[in-house]
């Protein structure tokens, strides 16, 4: 098998595949800076004029959250623990149902721009400031891992400077997003979805080819305990199973696609409804497609690796720079794909971090400078929005830091949108779903789930998980050829013991909770912020004279918001709710619908509704 130094190393092929896609993806971002005459108001700049279609926004949705975190973390996944990850994809149907049925109606039917903005129109002011740092804080700290997840491929791969890399995604990153705005975001994530599927692609065909066809990798699969989907113990203290999968993945990741700003927003920038919601089912094709690819390259990976896993004979240093090492080990003898995979790894990551600066940008303007300097014109609005997008792709480069310091990517980057994400879809569900909840419930709501969150999510980073909650599946180096290599390297001949690693666990003190509260399921961190937000937001709500308020029917999901239920309910229910989505959109920005202000009776009417809405406090109609 491969030694150190006999893998292969980057040409000059590889070099200039990489650098084509970073030239694109800049190209990009250039040509629709001035496309249709540029971005000039904030509008087309944080939502591409609210004109975008299915398809494309679909494919950025897919690029968005499978980043760089999917593309090395789960095969490594795969490899070392298994095909259970492969669940999510039951998981990914069930939230992508979940958001475009629950959350999307109200958001788009409101024609906002940030998604706190409907906390304010729902309770006020304090809430929606609240939501709003909680999101600038968790996104911030994602961002900062999945920028730092590539430049391990290209430490490991090219033998770039780590930091170096770091520091040219973050520039790419916020180079396109500062020029050109929303439609930049959504069309470089056309194409760098294509680059992820590519990459992924030449992996699993060469390893195909090499290992004598797919029988044999799920022989050695089968054999070595990795096609091991359907665990159903119930045990929250275990890591994956099939219930904490389902149960934690669904509250984990639709606190992504149904509440996260970088999501809704582009959902909600589709130029009709049925569009948005098009979006998210075609998006649940690309990431049934995206997940397949990295279980498969897991798969492979064992398959080639069962009898000498390079992470235990020391020749690469992280789970996470096992795919890199299998991508130069294999596909050395074809100059470009390399190349190709490891911009497959940073292609993800600039579809990521290019929406979330976008998300943050847009956040800022909307929650915490428009509300605020009111006298600023669209066209201040939008020079102040490319402003934000610069100063936050700098805070995210800086933020990359603290990644090397959180351990396994995957579980790090899922922990995060649990414990911030878990209590803010609590939040939106409070408002959205509960008419009797008051603005006090949901603040208490929400600060206590995040609290209780957190105090889990940091207990689990302090003290891990004794090993035996989650230990890997059995790994060799029977099979290494040790003969060459330098006398430098330290082996290891051996996988340590489960008695090895308890004894090393237990050797430090640990509190109580550390054996069971804090060894919980990271998946669960979501799942604990949610249910204790919606909880403790009720019992606060009804204490508290929650009953008694009357809130504007918009603000709430209602049976007219499932279209395919309509036909149960009389014509003039669908009509009504048409009229006021198309007027919601109508009355929200004046430059592009000059109808607004107009004798039109009905706009009129909006109007005076819309300025209801902003003179509401604590849910109550004026």
Known sequence: MAVPGDIGSFTAWDYVVFALMLLISAVIGIYYAFAGGGQKTSKDFLMGGRSMTAVPVALSLTASFMSAVTVLGTPAEVYRFGAMFTIFAITYAIVVVLSSEIFLP?????????????LELRFNKFVRLIGTILFIIQTILYTGIVIYAPALALNQVTKFH????????????TFYCTMGGLKAVVWTDVFQVGIMVAGFTSVIIRAVVVQGGIEPILNDSYYGGRLNFWDFNPNPLQRHSFWTIIIGGTFTWTGIYGVNQSQVQRYIACKTRFHAKMSLYVNLVGLWAILSCAVLSGLAMYSIYKDCDPWTAKFVSAPDQLMPYLSLDILRDYP????LFVACAYSGTLSTVSSSINALAAVTVEDLVKPYFKDLNETKLSWISKGASFFYGAVCIGMAGLASLMGGLLQAALSIFGMVGGPLLGLFSLGILFPFVNSLGAIVGLLVGFTVSLWVGIGAQIYPPLPIRSLPKPLSIEGCNFSTI????????????????????????RPALADNWYSMSYLYFSTIGTVLAIIVGVIVSLLSGGLKQNVNRDYLLTCQDFDYLQALFPSSWGKESEKVEVLNW??????TYPEKGTDNPAFNDMEMHNTEKNEKVNGVNP
Not at 162 to 173: K, N, Q, R
């Open 486 to 509: 330098d006398t430098n390297w330290t082996l290891t001949t051996a996988l340590p013991t489960v008695t090895d690693m308890l004894l090393e666990a237990q050797a430090g003190e």
């Open 586 to 591: 109508k009355t929200r920005d004046s430059d």
């Open 106 to 118: 109200v958001f788009y039917r409101l024609g906002i721009t940030s998604t706190y903005e409907y």
């Open 162 to 173: 780590l930091w170096g890399a770091v520091v040219a995604t973050g520039v790419v990153c």
């Open 336 to 339: 470009g794909l390399p190349g």
